[in-house]
């Protein structure tokens, strides 16, 4: 549409040339309602660029309510006004590197116990299409600047309030970065502002305390070890009496089991007397056969000598 705008300023531009000249007056006349008509059709529509949504404002109704989605679109020119707004994924950077631009430095906080910490972050948000026209009504187009980031600074501020400064560079750098999330999310909203994600970028604490925070873990860490060590020793000492117990109680089942044993075999040797015979006649002689036999005499007979008598 800009093109013909420049079509219709060409024209007007032309035809007033042209009036200033005899018998030329009516060309230029023509000239001049050719380029007016142009200029009124190139304000009666608009193109919605891609990824962004249209605010309608009537000079004589106020802001409308519903927002113009991406396109051509046909309004009512002199009467109505469109501001665009970018839809699309966006974020804002709070660092040390952005301290030059005023309103994008680092944040500066303070943690439970009273100590000054230094924060960078990177907000991920985008605007909700649907209430362009409440954002562009309650806030305006500068809503990153007015609304977003003292949002921003306020709820970093407030969440490393909630927490030491130990906790903050070391095990709960996670948990901050969800309850900024949460609060953050909640305020935006308020506003139309859909908050994607928060991303802390660096946590800064002072150098004195980073030491003495580093001193304190390094000898945390080393009686972690030393507890370690005596817990190995323990198990180990352990480890040996269950080891002593079991060869104790191997060696009494051993015990009682040969016990067990003897007892067996003596009262087999009560109850049968000639297997004493029989095991007596294999120790004197393994080699002489011999054999048993069942009378009150209990005498044995070498069968070689019988044989040989023969």
Do not use: C, W
Not at 178 to 184: D, E, G, N, Q
Not at 272 to 283: D, N
């Amino acid at each position: 549409m800009g093109i013909l705008l420049i079509v219709a300023l060409v024209a007007v531009v032309l035809g007033i040339g042209l009036l200033a000249q005899p018998g030329r007056r009516s060309l230029g006349t023509a000239l001049i309602l050719t380029g007016l008509l142009l200029g009124v059709v190139s304000r009666s529509f608009v193109v919605v660029p891609a990824g962004h949504v249209g605010v309608v404002f009537n000079v004589f109704s106020g802001v409308q309510p519903d927002a113009l989605d991406e396109g051509l679109h046909f309004i009512l020119p002199l009467v109505q006004e469109v501001v665009l707004y970018d839809a699309r994924l966006q974020e804002v950077t709070l660092s040390k590197s952005n301290a030059r631009r005023v309103g994008f430095g680092p944040i500066q906080a303070r943690s439970k116990e009273g100590l000054d910490i230094g924060v960078d972050v990177t907000v991920q948000y985008r605007i909700e299409k649907a209430r362009a026209p409440l954002l562009h009504k309650e806030v305006g187009p500068a809503y990153r600047e007015t609304m977003i980031v003292p949002q921003i600074r306020s709820k970093v501020r407030d969440a490393v309030g909630l927490f030491n400064a130990a906790e903050l560079i070391s095990t709960r750098r996670g948990d901050l970065e969800r309850s900024v999330t949460t609060a953050l999310r909640e305020a935006l909203a308020q506003k139309h502002i859909i908050l994607e994600s928060v991303l802390l970028r660096e946590i800064r604490i002072p150098d004195t305390v980073a030491r003495v925070i580093e001193e304190k873990q390094t000898a945390e860490q080393q009686v972690q070890i030393e507890e370690n060590r005596r817990r190995q020793a323990e198990i180990a000492a352990q480890r040996r009496v269950i080891e002593a117990q079991a060869e104790r109680d191997a060696a009494i089942l051993k015990a009682e089991g040969e016990a067990k044993a003897l007892e067996l075999r003596g009262e087999a040797l009560k109850r049968y007397p000639q297997v004493i015979q029989l095991t007596v006649a294999e120790k004197l002689a393994p080699n002489i056969k011999t054999i048993m036999l069942p009378t009150d005499g209990n005498f044995l007979l070498d069968l070689r000598k019988l044989a040989e008598d023969r």
